[in-house]
């Protein structure tokens, strides 16, 4: 076409021994400041000078930014050439009962039963596993670190400060780490399996509608669920 034409026009004018010579010439049409700064310093500055008006010339030939389309030109003719050899695309073919939980889960009817089965669940198991993991903790973790306290510090000013019923390490430290770590750590790994397969997002256009009479859409329902968390 005619921009190959014109970069072919300043091929011919660039030197023999240069390399990449259909390359340098199109960097010459985008005006390229560095490549015009290595042939300045790699060739004499008179004969790269009729090359730079030459390649001036032509680019004012054309409406607009000429780099601009010859790199619009290079991405089509990557999408249409080398893109389709060298990409292959799989075709997934979804399970039925992730599709059909997918489809029921995100129905005004049947996705309301489905949530609340979700909450409940999600419920029992942070109170019962976080309430078992916060058992163990506090067997194999405190009550070692509370008997060696009590054993250097019987009574007083150091047992109570310590480890007393507001004590920094009783109040403080254990009740951050047995306490509050498994209940968090329960339900926010619930809460990445239930993003993972995809829950949230159905969950999302069941609650559209409602939340679409508030203003809002149905993403909101992340942040009001978050919002009636404890805040820790």
């Not at 991405?75 to 893109?83: C, L, N, R, T, Y």
Request: proline fraction near 4%.
């Amino acid at each position: 076409d005619t921009i190959e034409k014109e970069i072919s026009a300043i091929e011919s004018m660039l030197p023999e021994n240069l390399s990449y010579r259909h390359e340098v010439s199109i960097l010459l049409m985008m005006n390229d400041p560095f490549i015009v700064d290595y042939l300045e310093k790699a060739y004499d500055k008179a004969k790269i000078e009729p090359i730079k008006e030459k390649a001036s010339e032509r680019r004012r030939q054309f409406r607009g930014d000429i780099s601009r389309v010859i790199s619009k030109r290079r991405s089509e003719w990557v999408d249409s050439s080398i893109a389709a050899e060298v990409v292959r695309k799989q075709k997934t073919v979804p399970r039925e009962f992730s599709q059909g939980f997918a489809r029921l889960s995100r129905h005004p009817v049947f996705g309301i039963p489905i949530l609340l089965m979700i909450v409940y669940v999600t419920y029992l198991l942070v109170v019962n596993v976080a309430n078992n993991i916060a058992e163990w903790m506090n067997s194999v973790l405190w009550v070692p670190i509370e008997n060696g306290i009590t054993g250097i510090f019987p009574a007083g000013f150091w047992h109570d400060f310590l480890i007393g019923d507001y004590g920094i390490l009783s109040l403080g430290l254990a009740n951050a780490i047995i306490t509050v770590l498994p209940i968090l750590s329960v339900f926010f790994i619930l809460l990445h399996i239930l993003e993972d397969i995809g829950y949230l997002s159905n969950l999302s256009v069941l609650t559209k509608r409602v939340f679409e009479r508030l203003g809002l859409s149905g993403a909101a329902i992340m942040p009001l669920v978050l919002g009636f968390g404890c805040k820790t």
